[in-house]
């Protein structure tokens, strides 16, 4: 039962348009949600979050969206640069105070300059 | 501030055998936890701790044990290594129940 998924593996944006990834989660009691970037033979670094209680959370170029009723988030990423070219996974975490997360598929961005 | 640190890089095993993945932090954090990835997944929780002496299951514990004697180390045990444990090892930290902080991870092969 996958819990939160990410349904594109991939994603190919020229440099300097909007990347949008997209995120799916099927558990209401989900509060918090993150997105972490990962490059290749390195571990996760987080990127940005939100909270529950709120839709939008913006930080430099990268604003993620959440709409609760679609039970769906989204990371804006504007614009986009050759750099961004990474892996992006989608976490959400429950209530509770274990902060375990539970991790989208991930997908591939890349960048074309 | 080295953050999270992992040991080793890479290894291969043969099946059977057993090894310990060690993973050290020095952020003071209590919560540290070990994930897995495997090809085209995402990251999967096998174990957790919320502070020292203290640690649980999570999603895939199967053939996996920990231990968490002090905050700072936080190592994973294979007691009986099989092929299927190929995957690459993932340990992270937090100072709360959010932001978790990962290390680079060790990239096991089990033949």
């Known amino acids: 039962d996958q819990q939160v998924k990410q349904n594109s593996p991939s994603l190919s944006v020229q440099e300097g348009r909007i990347s949008i990834l997209n995120c799916d989660y099927t558990?209401?009691?989900?509060?918090?949600f993150l997105w972490y970037k990962k490059y290749p033979a390195e571990g996760p670094t987080f990127l940005i979050s939100?909270?529950?209680?709120?839709d939008k959370n913006e930080d430099g170029r990268f604003t993620v969206f959440l709409n609760k009723s679609a039970k769906h988030l989204s990371l804006h990423i504007v614009p986009s640069q050759p750099g961004d070219s990474a892996v992006y996974f989608c976490?959400?975490?429950?209530?509770?105070?274990?902060?375990?997360?539970?991790f989208g598929q991930g997908t591939t961005l890349q960048v074309k300059p | 501030n080295a953050g999270v640190t992992q040991t080793p890089k890479f290894r291969i095993l043969k099946i059977g055998q057993s090894m310990t993945l060690q993973c050290t932090q020095d952020?003071?954090?209590?919560?540290m936890y070990w994930y897995r990835q495997d090809p085209g997944m995402g990251l999967k929780l096998i174990y957790y701790s919320v502070g020292a002496g203290i640690t649980d299951k999570g999603e895939v514990p199967n053939g996996y044990n920990v231990s968490r004697s002090t905050t700072e180390d936080f190592p994973l045990r294979l007691e009986l290594a099989a092929p299927s444990q190929t995957s690459v090892y993932f340990c992270?930290?937090?100072?709360?129940?959010?932001?978790?902080?990962f290390g680079p991870g060790t990239r096991l092969t089990v033949l």
């Open positions: 952020m003071n954090h209590n919560y």
């Open positions: 558990n209401s009691m989900f509060d918090y």
């Open positions: 992270a930290s937090s100072p709360g129940e959010d932001t978790q902080y």
């Open positions: 939100i909270s529950s209680i709120k």
């Open positions: 976490a959400a975490k429950g209530s509770g105070n274990t902060g375990k997360l539970i």
